[in-house]
């Protein structure tokens, strides 16, 4: 059966130098009128929008739509203005690992990830990936990312696929990678080139784990089905 691969962005596809951060942090400094440690907010693995949530809430703002929408705002102001500035990279093996699987006809590459979609564009736009992902459940549709999955799945319905939750592979650096695979029945296939080693990921009991994704055959061969 073709599978659908759902790929985060950051610390499995790339890492942007610090950029999302610091466009962050600017935003903050816009809106709030102050700079912010971020030493209490959760960032690795989270949604845009339920980090923005988690702002608003430590500097005693309501949690509103418009809150959240201006915030966020200033982020993707910030954002296409740094990411020259910064030096990221592709994580290692991505570029092949995407090259030989958007060959083949039984695997559809797609985006499960905590970015906005405009900051998912404008990220793998810069690195040069982007076209490789035919849509997306970004932080825009929900703020928890364990919502994501069935957005997903919807978006896959309306391209003209139909998958099964056993057929779906989610790609991801941090253990809200793995419950978010686990929250609606898929695979979740783990990678310890962000904020987390792989013996803790490896706690979490992810169905596939590697260092990074310099094995591509390796990889390819999980994420296709051609091994166990």
Not at 32 to 39: P, R
Not at 48 to 53: L, M, P, S
Not at 133 to 142: C, L, P, Q, S, T
């Amino acid at each position: 059966m073709p599978k659908l691969l759902l790929w985060d962005i950051d610390g499995t596809i790339i890492s942007s130098g610090g950029c999302g951060e610091a466009s962050l942090r600017l935003a903050v400094r816009d809106f709030f009128g102050c700079d912010d440690d971020f030493k209490d907010i959760e960032i690795a693995g989270r949604t845009d929008t339920r980090i923005a949530r988690q702002l608003l809430r430590k500097c005693g703002r309501e949690e509103t739509v418009e809150a959240i929408d201006a915030l966020l705002g200033r982020y993707l102001h910030h954002l296409p203005q740094l990411l020259p500035q910064r030096k990221g990279v592709l994580l290692p093996g991505v570029a092949d690992v995407l090259d030989v699987l958007a060959r083949r006809d039984d695997v559809v590459l797609a985006l499960l990830t905590g970015n906005l979609a405009a900051g998912a564009e404008l990220k793998l736009s810069h690195y040069g990936v982007w076209h490789y992902f035919r849509f997306g459940a970004y932080a825009d549709d929900h703020f928890d990312r364990n919502e994501l999955g069935p957005v997903a799945m919807k978006r896959a319905r309306e391209k003209g696929y139909e998958f099964a939750p056993r057929d779906v592979w989610v790609l991801g650096d941090t253990p809200h990678d793995i419950a978010c695979a686990r929250a609606f029945g898929a695979k979740a296939l783990a990678v310890a080139t962000g904020a987390f080693p792989s013996a803790q990921l490896a706690q979490h009991k992810p169905d596939a784990l590697f260092e990074n994704m310099v094995d591509t055959a390796g990889v390819v061969s999980v994420l296709a089905g051609e091994v166990d």
